[in-house]
């Protein structure tokens, strides 16, 4: 009897060994095709079993082993492992938690830039371009303090919520939600509404946008978007905001500790030279430091009688 | 002259009533904390996440506004969801033991109802749609197929034994659900497993969606490559795994013949050929094996469940008569195995 196997059937382990199917197309010849093992071989191409296709490594050095989750974006990797989110296996962020993530490809109706949504429950990420940010903007909880300003033409009483803004050139792709209203209406006479807002700290902010209510409204209408890169125009005397038009820019630093602006590198550099005082850079505090320097300067200050 | 800089967290405001612009919206919530999973978008756009046993989901196109009320209830506190899909255009959510269809095309218009179904999804990954033939999902028993008619359990005819822990034919059993995962690509499904002694599913078996063949991977590259995640990198068109030691993997590779430098290890055998009325008295086997760039093959003839003879392949297809000692069983089966690419073609005893 001529017994032939040809190994492109079904694999079947449920089914006791001599049971599986057979045909018999001539006298004294058996024929199956049915496979009772079938390891690492691929089974596409009717009458052979060929051995699979084989795998490789993508990374010489191993990342977080918890891999959670892997979304692939323009042949970008972004790879959620452990506490980490890695753009081809390089990281971006760390810091978060380890837990299941799942991810979306998705963009908003206004924004042509796709990003990966992604959340584990905790985290909740935007990654755009191999950057990750916020999903969603968390709304400002503090509200906006008031008080009349410099300019004129609103009388009564007024209010602000504001929100901030991920602008993509002029387009306003997301919002967050607004903060609070002021516990007090600004009351003013033909003056105008001034007030401070917090800024963001949430990077992926572009603008704050000023919702202010009608007189004695409690409503809120958009107002005006503040871009945060810039800044309100200073001067000395109101006249000069006439003459002041566009974006105003930053040209100093804050020096928080001497309530004044550094314009030049060197100034905060001088600041933080060891043995200045606190309190700006025109002295210092060295005698407290060296003593003996001190006193041989004492000496020499009697000895030219310059001592008081 | 004095300069001086006004943060801009300052404004001013002197635009008359009439001249501010639109209402500000209050519906810009965040997506939840709490979030197990996240799936979609829609055919509108609308982006979907499971908490607990509700669904919410995003204003359409809106992915980062998910209103705090935009969601509803499909599943009970103690079956939380597992995992959604889209499937026919139309969304699924799936706890551990049931199948939610959500009907609706939008908010105030969702409605769940509960399928007739025998089991749901185990895990993030235990669910995945397949296209004209329906929804593939993972029981605590098995895998099972669900369409609007039927929920088969599509592993119980010829894999059951694995379900039910036993190792059969050196395929190691289930030890747990738990973590395993499904996979489409290209026409083939991917079930990943994790047997005794494993962190991650190390056992992958891949289903032919077009011809039923079923065929059983392990990959090794020193040691059982064990899979926590699997994606498709569309752009490259392959499959990407990520496994529990940190490294990120192309699988199903054309490119590769071997597992990062280690020759695959291959095994398939017959089934126990049965003579109505005799013993089977082998006396030659004839092996028709592309070997030539196989690290090793060997053909194995058995009698009644023991080795008989075994012979050394090599070459292409080189076909010779391969003797046999003499000798005699009721069941006689042909097992190939070796290592590197090979094809095997047919095997003949007489």
Known sequence: VSVIFNPSGQLNVATDPSDLPETSNAPGSITSTALRRCRNLRLNQDGQAITRDGSAKLNATAIDPDIWWIEEQGGDRYVFAGEKIYVN???????????????????????????????????????TDGASNEWGIEAPTEAASLTSGQGIGLTGRYNVRYTYLRKVGETTVAESNPSPAADYYATLSNQS??????????????????YRSGNNGIIYYRDQDIPINFYAYGYCHAFEAGYLTGNAYKFTSDDSAHSSDNAYTWEATAESQTGQDTGGYGGG???????????????????????? | VTTFTQPMGDFESTLPDAGLGPEVEIDHDRVPLGVSFVFGPTYDGTVFATKDNLLYYSKP?????????????????????MTGLIHGGQVYCLS??????????GDGTFLPFKRDCRTGAQTVLGAITIPGKGICHTGPDGIYMFNASSDMKISEQS????????????????????????WNYKNLLYFGYRSSGQDAPGNILVLNLDTGKVAYYVYNDG?????????????NSRLLIGDNTGYIRVIESPSYTDDSGVAIPFDVKS??????????????????????????????????????????ITGSRVIRRRLVDTGNGSRAAVRIYGSGPAAIFVTEFE
């Open chain 1, 285 to 308: 505090e060295w005698y407290l430091t060296d003593p003996l320097l001190y006193q041989e300067w004492l000496a020499y200050l009697a000895s030219i009688g310059q001592l008081p």
């Open chain 2, 223 to 235: 040691a059982d490559v064990q899979i926590r995640t699997i994606t498709t990198d569309d752009t």
């Open chain 2, 96 to 105: 551990k033991r049931d199948i939610f269809y959500i009907q609706g095309t």
């Open chain 1, 193 to 210: 509404l001034a007030g401070t807002v917090v800024s963001p700290t949430d990077p992926q902010v572009t603008h704050v946008r000023i």
């Open chain 2, 159 to 182: 894999l059951e034994p694995l379900f039910r822990g036993d190792d059969v034919e050196d395929m190691a059993a289930v030890d747990t659900m738990a973590d395993s995962w499904l």
């Open chain 1, 89 to 127: 296996e390089s990281s971006i962020e760390s810091g978060l938690t380890s837990a299941q993530w799942s991810s979306i490809k998705y963009n908003a109706f206004n924004d042509t830039t796709e990003s990966i949504f992604a959340t584990n429950g905790t985290d909740r990420k935007r990654l």
């Open chain 2, 271 to 312: 089934k126990d050929f049965l003579l109505s009325t005799r013993s089977h008295f082998p006396r030659h086997v004839w092996y028709d094996v592309e070997a030539t760039n196989a690290e090793s093959v060997t053909g194995e003839l058995y009698l009644d469940g023991e080795v008989h003879q075994t012979h050394t």
């Open chain 2, 61 to 81: 196109k809106q992915p980062e506004y998910f209103p705090s009320l935009f969601y509803i209830e499909v599943s009970t506190p103690q079956f939380p969801l």
